[in-house]
């Protein structure tokens, strides 16, 4: 009774309590050792600051307030964008034609028949980047993704968390952790001095020379080309038009716009050749080197976005901070949330979740009262257009070029 315990975690019951929906588990500890198990949550008193919630919008307190049951010394920052919910959807916005898209392997229910991106009497859908399979979202697919509510869990709330420079919380062992696995773990490349470093530490040093977050920067890698590398850092690609892009890089896949060969255009950014005198000097460009292509990045992603107001992962992909449709990271409209849930477990597995994280969410006029929820999945085709109608043993045909 009244014995004072840290939460570390939250729980459903396994066998459907009513009385007990909710269980935590909680550590204790007594005589110098450690206890843990779980108590449920009705039998605990939550002590939070107030001066947290005063002033988060009531559409997300009940959110950040079990976040910070969890986490206390978590930080919430709420970015009010004075732009109302429903101006986001229209064709000129959010919904622009190749601005957000979806990877073909998701239901069609996800993607759009809005105009250029499906033909009704053809069903047949169309993409800027078809070639590599990725399609339109449909509207209720990119709201979902950009209602914040969607994502005020611990699995998905490193989508806001701030991406400056802390040497605080960012360590070599921590990027070590992010590459586990990968093509860089524990792999060594030179630096622009000749010497040989990890590809952890040129993270570290990229970070502290862009005032960038080195998790968010090896994460980003390892989203952008994969555990296993891509033609961007292969240092060997040859380019479908036939243009040879050896002994260039691209780690974050700056410039690979969607096309047939989206490797190519980005390697042909990293040649410099594209770029201005000012822009060479700035990034480090050419990247002809692994080193140069991950410190030269930073400096982009640092210059160009972070230090642009998008200081977080969802401000990079929804440019709704500076007011502007335009100047968006990435096409994937999920690419927010699967990268964050790949940060949220490096940070688990350093066991530096509990640190004072400081996360900034956006907040819009009007939202709807409820989340929005994703699209049903359904492979149905949306096409109720007919192709052929029979009456009175007359067969009528549609040639659908008519």
């Not at 009385?19 to 039998?43: C, D, E, H």
């Not at 229209?90 to 190749?98: H, K, R, S, T, V």
């Not at 697919?141 to 806001?160: G, K, T």
Request: overall charge neutral; hydrophobic content about 35%.
């Amino acid at each position: 009774k009244d014995a004072v315990v840290t939460i570390l975690s939250e729980h459903e019951s396994s066998n459907n309590d009513v009385n007990n929906p909710i269980w935590y588990k909680v550590s204790i500890k007594r005589s110098g050792t450690t206890y843990t198990g779980y108590v449920s949550s009705s039998l605990v008193v939550v002590n939070i600051n107030s001066g947290a919630l005063e002033n988060v919008p009531e559409e997300y307190k009940s959110y950040i307030k079990q976040l910070l049951t969890l986490h206390p010394n978590w930080n919430f920052v709420v970015y009010d964008t004075g732009i109302e919910w429903k101006n986001l959807f229209y064709e000129n916005a959010q919904c622009a034609f190749g601005r957000n898209v979806v990877y073909y392997s998701y239901p069609l229910s996800y993607r759009s028949t809005q105009s250029g991106a499906y033909n009704w009497r053809t069903d047949e859908w169309y993409n800027p980047d078809k070639e590599t399979g990725w399609y339109q979202a449909n509207a209720q697919l990119i709201a979902y993704y950009m209602d914040p509510r969607n994502f005020l869990n611990e699995q998905h709330i490193f989508m806001f968390e701030a991406l400056s420079y802390d040497e605080k919380t960012q360590t070599l062992d921590g990027v070590k952790k992010i590459l586990s696995g990968s093509f860089m773990d524990n792999v060594e490349i030179t630096n622009t001095t000749d010497k040989k470093v990890l590809y952890a530490q040129a993270y570290i040093n990229a970070g502290q020379i862009a005032d960038v977050s080195p998790y968010h920067l090896a994460s980003r890698t390892v989203q952008e080309v994969g555990k296993n590398g891509s033609g961007s850092t292969s240092g060997t690609y040859k380019a479908k038009d036939g243009t040879d892009y050896s002994g260039y890089y691209n780690f974050y896949n700056i410039g690979a716009t969607a096309s047939s060969d989206p490797i190519g255009n980005g390697l042909k950014y990293a040649t410099g050749k594209t770029s201005t005198d000012v822009q060479k000097e700035r990034y480090l460009l050419p990247w002809n080197s692994q080193y140069k292509a991950i410190v030269g990045g930073a400096k982009w992603i640092g210059y160009g976005y972070i230090n642009n107001k998008q200081d977080t992962l969802y401000y990079q992909k929804f440019n709704v901070v500076n007011k502007v449709w335009t100047h968006q990271y990435m096409a994937n409209v999920m690419a927010t949330a699967s990268e964050s849930a790949s940060i949220k477990k490096a940070y688990s597995n350093l066991g530096i979740l509990d640190n004072s994280f400081t996360f900034i969410i956006p907040y819009y006029k009007n939202m709807p009262a409820e989340a929005c929820a994703p699209p049903i999945k359904s492979n149905a085709s949306p096409n109720n257009w007919l192709s052929t109608l029979k009456a009175c043993n007359y067969v009528i045909n549609f040639d659908a070029g008519k």
